[in-house]
């Protein structure tokens, strides 16, 4: 039979072997990679490289390798060669090729033979496609490893009236010479859909793909993705495209499409304009790519940079780049079907993609490779390891970028619009309002503490309680009772349809994850009831939203931190041990400051059982510290003054001693955090401050509170609302613009 053993966490002298060897596996994988200069999204192909090597290697006590055991045969090392290496491999399909042209191609050497007689991986540098190769089509490597060797894309062409008429010869693809006869085929519109006078108010998003039953708008909105699609040379009907180019394509299988359909309204909740959007279904996506990561920026990296952004001083410009994934370049056209409407308007059944569209996979990523690489020829590089923000080398030029909205800070308005020229010479884009950023609304206000920035999403919470039906709900001063009912008793509940929940709590998620630390540990505790849902829940989530009700017009500060003193960064952590409602697990809580400017704020399940409220303390201790210290760091990378020294108020004394050295701490599988923190106190890096419970602000992030002791941590968290006696107090301010 088998016999089942478990270890200790956090103690690898009582891992077995199967744990060792996987260690070995990811140091073997991470040195390759590192040697090779690969990218770490290789790291698929970089673990079947050391598949083979663990196997035709001895091991250790054994005079004979895996490979000799199982196949009887020793391995021919002659096959074997650096990962990454240059290569040629013979040219399998000749037949396009004159008399002289090389029957060669260039690759990188990927994988070796997995078995006698196999076949050897290659990455070709043409294609940017794997491929099967054997021995007697391949030549040995002749360099040594280097990703900067695959060629990079073409900046892609945007077909304008300008270049639309150009020979021949002269266009980088031939399919461009019908792109004005695929025109024909496109119906004029009816009505123009960002005319806010010919739009109903009573106008709704359509779940009809039928022409018969859409207001015209909505046609008119689909006609207007299309022909702008068009003219970007986005994608062609298949018959206006020439045999090799179908002889090229990436894959084998139609990738359909279909349309998103998208109210866009304005801050009082009119409609401003319908949108129509042509996206790939990446779930029935026939292939898959070898990227798709695009980094994204989280919140706190926005409020960082607001922190230090007095528009008194500053200038604070946006833009938004129209259908920004359309401009990413595809290294092989795709062929793909067009939905239902569209082939009743333009009678188009299938064609062929050759930029990224919304919903590829790779789309992301494309987009975002070469709108930095249009930043860097500008002068503005990303921050290493916050790839979403990007500084002049003087530090005097901040952008921050979230997909296709940009936003600049910068005191030489001069150099933002130069960036801008350069931007708009190679996309089509429009000036935002400054005031407004992923649908939060900031105004510069002036308050008894000095400048602050003034964030809030009361059109979205507004917008969402008549999403939901919830426009007269039952308000309350909090979103969860004090007593809330365990997971057992919502789980022990009969199951109901989710959907409605899930959406529920994702909008509260979106909320709490901008500008409402108050509503973090109801959505936290109503996320672990996701899998089972019940009448309970129900309830339970239509609490936080009568609490949001009472509290739509509430407000987060920002308070703007001077450039003459270095900031100095802050965190309030605290924990609940053992709550028998959630399993006995612990639930960590943190919330972070530049001076007195918030940043971050975190709620956090711990899955492991801890053994003490030390414990549980000692590990949000730690995960705020992280936090802490990248935001620090980030700080200093765009030229913020900051202070080393990073101060933690904690309100446990046994967590104290531990990180001040004055004990030792009691559980083996908290050990390397005890030292990691204890050494950054130890290098000054770390400040300790004991704070009374009374007083310990990250309660609000860690367990339900009473009114009095929850409406006065939520004020200490700089949420306002306007029925405060704080918001009297506050006076709005201009904000510095170009005009001015």
Partial sequence: GILTTYSQPYLPETNGIIERNGRSAIEMIRTILSESNLPASWWTIAAQYAEVIMNVLPHKGKTTSPWHEYWGSFYNYDRLHPFGSECYTKTYNPKDLAKFDSRATKALYCVPPGTPGGLIKVFLLETKEFQMVHDKKYIHEYSSPGIERIPECKTPLIITDANANQNEESRPYAFYSSIKSAYEAIPPMLVDPTDRSKISPDLKEPRSQKVEKLDPVWISALILELTSLLKKGTFLPMEKVSQDIKDGLMNVGDTPLTIVWKLKRLQDLTIDKAKARLCVRGDLQSYTPLIVFSPTPTSDYLYLILSGSDPEQIYIIQIDVSNAFCYGQLSRPIAIRFPSLVQELTGWKRGVLFKALYGLKESAYAWYTILVATFRELGLNAVPGHETILVSEDKCVRVLIYVDDIKFFSNDLKRIMHLIDGLRERFELKIKN????????????????????????????????????????????????????????????????????????????????????????????????????????????????????????????????????????????????ADPRCDYKCTIGWILRSNNSLLAWRCKKVNATLLSSAEAEFMAAVDAVRRAIALRNLAAEIGFPVQERIRIYEDNTATYKWITNQSLAGGTHIRIKELFLREMYQQSVLDVVMVPSNDQTADLLTKPLPRDVFHKHRKACDVVFEDDDLHQNIEVLPIKTPDS
Avoid at 554 to 561: F, G, Q, S
Wanted: glycine share 4%; hydrophobic share 40%; with cysteine.
């Fill in 434 to 577: 400054a005031t407004e950023f992923l649908g939060i609304r900031m105004n510069f206000v002036r308050t008894p503490k000095g400048k602050a920035w003034k964030l809030d999403l009361g059109s979205y919470v507004e917008e969402a309680l008549h999403k939901y039906g919830l426009t007269n709900a039952k308000m309350y001063s909090t979103p969860m009772e004090t007593k809330p009912p365990s997971l057992t008793q919502i789980q022990s509940m009969a199951d109901v349809d989710h959907t409605p929940f899930l959406k529920m709590l994702g909008t509260a998620l979106y909320l709490m994850g901008r500008i409402r630390p108050d509503l973090a540990f109801a959505c936290n505790y109503m996320s672990r009831t996701c899998t089972h849902t019940s009448e309970l829940a129900y309830k339970m989530i239509e609490r936080i939203y009568g609490y949001l009700r009472t509290s739509s017009n509430a407000y987060m500060l920002i308070h703007i931190n001077s450039l003459d003193e270095p900031w100095e960064f802050n965190v309030m952590c605290d924990a609940s041990y």
